[in-house]
């Protein structure tokens, strides 16, 4: 994925398996950093074809059973503002019993 460090969208994730029942989150590290509590932003679900986000997610060319999708980006005070570079997505998903933690398939880099 690449987005411009002016620009401001949605970048996505595709998920397979359960939407957990409780939220996720995502992370932006560079290469071989993991991230520490602080790192985390919240992140929307994208669940099903009724969420308003579900037709740009597909467009996006990611897959899966649904996606998470996070905004990055200066424009009107984001709180996700990236400068140039490669980073590493980290996704965290929490359910009631269990709070997986994996990297994205894909990195971003921010130009």
Partial sequence: MQIDRDSTEYLFIGVTGEVPSVGA???????????????????????????????????????????????VGPFNSNDVVLTAGDYQVWLRLTDTTERPVRIAPAAVEVL
């Fill in 25 to 71: 989150e995502v992370a932006f590290k560079t290469a071989a950093a993991r991230p520490e509590s602080g790192d985390w932003e919240t992140a929307l679900l994208v669940e099903d074809s009724g969420d308003a986000l579900w037709a740009d997610a597909q467009a996006s060319g990611v897959t899966g059973d649904y996606f998470v999708a996070r905004l």
